[in-house]
């Protein structure tokens, strides 16, 4: 059966639902956990995707996304919700692209294709040598084809008060789908097709 459409977390739509939903979550996890607090019964209904924290081996998992609602975090890691974890470092952190390659295949497209590639143009002045990392595809990738985003079955992570995992996670842990790699030129392929025959929208 098809997988359903991405969508914000909604407590309604999960509890009217008869299939899983996929809440992808490119950002702070605060909405997501608040539908959870809020809606208990929706645990078993949904799956998310986060883009979130760093891998368990990282040194430490002081991330943006993370960092903005660490009990938020804890509510979705320490839960029972199904969750597919795509760390920044060092996994989604391979999707860097250059303004060589938005020049040839994204900018002449369209007017949002020309801002898209302008926003990365302008980052560090364009040096030589430089690319930069469009992080939130990660999760929109699995949602595309989770081959393109390889996960391997895990505890979840204990996030401890400092920053960091606990390392190796307390025993009883539930098993969540950590992200190992992504195939960038799978995605950004993907990408590139898809906006050229949208117009680059």
Request: hydrophobic fraction near 40%.
């Amino acid at each position: 059966m098809p997988r359903p459409s991405t969508t914000a977390a909604a407590p309604v739509r999960a509890t009217a639902s008869e299939d899983m939903l996929y809440v992808v979550a490119i950002g702070a996890i605060t909405n997501v956990a608040s539908a959870l607090l809020s809606e208990p019964r929706i645990a078993d209904k949904i799956t998310v995707v986060w883009l979130g924290g760093h891998a368990p081996t990282w040194p430490h998992t002081r991330e943006f996304h993370l960092q903005q609602d660490i009990h938020g975090a804890r509510v979705i890691l320490d839960g029972q919700t199904p969750l597919v974890l795509i760390p920044c470092e060092p996994v989604a952190s391979h999707l860097s692209v250059t303004v060589a390659e938005l020049e040839k295949h994204l900018e002449s497209g369209s007017h949002l294709g020309a801002y898209l590639t302008n926003i990365v143009r302008n980052y560090n002045d364009n040096k030589p040598g430089r690319s930069k990392v469009i992080w939130d595809i990660s999760a929109s990738g699995w949602m595309v084809n989770p081959d393109w985003v390889r996960t391997t079955p895990a505890p979840s992570p204990l996030l401890k008060d400092n920053g960091t995992w606990e390392t190796p996670p307390p025993s009883g842990r539930r098993i969540i789908d950590i992200a190992q790699s992504v195939d960038r030129d799978g995605i950004f392929m993907d990408f590139f097709i898809k906006a050229k025959a949208t117009g680059g929208a």
